[in-house]
C-alpha cells in the first residue's frame, strides 16, 4: 500500500486584532445613503430544472422598508429568453416589496421548450423605488443582473441536468490511519457556453465548491478530458475563506530514494457512459489550494488535495 503523501507548505495564519489607544472613532451609516442593488451579476441554469431561480436583492437602510421595480431586458443578446416561452417572472407586478428585510429575492420560473435552440440569456434591471433610495452601489454597480438559461437538449443531454452525485474518494487518512469514507456530492451539470462546442461540459460541485470545470468528452472514443483549470477567488466550503484551486492529472511513481512520489499533468483524462449517465475518473485528480497573496489572513501558501477516484452519475 503506497504511503499518503501530503504536500503542504505551511498556510501563513493569523487573526489580525484590531486596538487602539483612546477612543474608538465609529462609522454611521446616513439613511440619505441608502441604496438597493443585486448581490450578484450572473446566475446561470438549466432550462428543465424545476426548481425557482431566486436572485438576492439587497437594501442598505436603517429600516428594511420600501418598494423596488424592475425590468426585463432581452435586447442586445445574439440568442435572447423569451418571456412566456422561456421563463416566467414569479415576482408580482416585477415590483419588490422590503418589509422589514433587508435582502428579498426575485423570483423566476424557466421553461423546458423541448428543443434544441442553444443558451438564452436575458437581464433583470432595477428601476424605481418609493423611498428615493440610489439603484444600484458606486459607478452603478450592482444594477443588473444577467440570467443565462442553459438549453439541455443537447447530444450530450444524458450527462446534463440537476440531479447528479459525485463520489469523491480521497487518498487523505484520519487521524488513525485508515482512509478517510468518499465525498457525496451534489452535482450540476451544463452544456458550454461557447457556441458550437457541443463536445464541452461544464459541471459544478466538485469538492464542494461553486466554480465550473470543463470537460471535454470524444464522442468516438468514450475519453473524458479535464483541461488543467485554475479558478480565482473560490470561498473555500469548510473554512469560509477565498483560495485559488487549480485541477491536474496526477499519478504515483518511485522516487531515486525509494519513497513515493506524485508527478502532476496538465490533464486528468476519464471516461464517460450515456446510458449510464456517467463520468468516471478512474484516476481521479491532484488539485491545489492556493491561499492568494492578497487576503489579509492567508498569505502565498499551499495544500494538495489528490481525489484518487470519482464517479459522477445521475442519482437513482
Known amino acids: 500500500m503506497k504511503n499518503i503523501i501530503k504536500i503542504t507548505a505551511v498556510f501563513i495564519a493569523g487573526l489580525i486584532l484590531l486596538s487602539s489607544c483612546g477612543e474608538t472613532e465609529k462609522a454611521t451609516f446616513k439613511d440619505s445613503d441608502a441604496y438597493f442593488a443585486f448581490e450578484t451579476d450572473k446566475s446561470s441554469m438549466i432550462e428543465n430544472d424545476i426548481r425557482t431561480l431566486r436572485i438576492p436583492v439587497s437594501l442598505a437602510k436603517s429600516t428594511g422598508v420600501g418598494e423596488l421595480t424592475f425590468d426585463i431586458v432581452s435586447e442586445g443578446y445574439d440568442n435572447p429568453a423569451v418571456e412566456g416561452e422561456d421563463f416566467t417572472v414569479k415576482t408580482s407586478n416585477r415590483t419588490v416589496a422590503f418589509e422589514g428585510d433587508f435582502v428579498k429575492n426575485i423570483e423566476i420560473k424557466l421553461i423546458d421548450n423541448y428543443v434544441r435552440d442553444g443558451d438564452k440569456k436575458f437581464k433583470l434591471v432595477l428601476k424605481d423605488n418609493t423611498i428615493g433610495a440610489t439603484i444600484g452601489m458606486a459607478n452603478n454597480a450592482k444594477t443588473e443582473h444577467e440570467i443565462t438559461i442553459s438549453d439541455n437538449e443537447h447530444p450530450l443531454a444524458a450527462l446534463i441536468g440537476v440531479d447528479f452525485q459525485a463520489t ?55 475519453e473524458v478530458i479535464m483541461e488543467d483549470q485554475k479558478f480565482y477567488d473560490v470561498i473555500d466550503p469548510y473554512f469560509g475563506i477565498p483560495i485559488e484551486l487549480t485541477f491536474f492529472g496526477w499519478e504515483w511513481y518511485v522516487k531515486e530514494d525509494g519513497t513515493d512520489g506524485i508527478k502532476r499533468y496538465a490533464q486528468a483524462i476519464g471516461t464517460f457512459d450515456l446510458d449510464a449517465q456517467e463520468i468516471v475518473f478512474e484516476s481521479g485528480y491532484l488539485t491545489q489550494i492556493t491561499g492568494p497573496g492578497t487576503h489579509p489572513y492567508v498569505g502565498l501558501a499551499y495544500h494538495i488535495l489528490i481525489v484518487e477516484h470519482c464517479r459522477i452519475a445521475k442519482k437513482n
Open 168 to 222: 469523491e474518494q480521497s487518498i487523505a487518512e484520519d487521524t488513525e490511519g485508515n482512509q478517510i469514507a468518499p465525498y457525496l456530492l451534489p452535482i450540476e451539470i451544463r452544456g458550454d457556453t461557447v457556441p458550437g462546442r457541443d463536445d464541452r461540459l461544464l459541471i459544478k460541485g466538485l469538492l464542494g465548491v461553486n466554480q465550473e470545470v470543463r470537460v471535454e468528452l470524444n464522442m468516438e472514443t468514450g
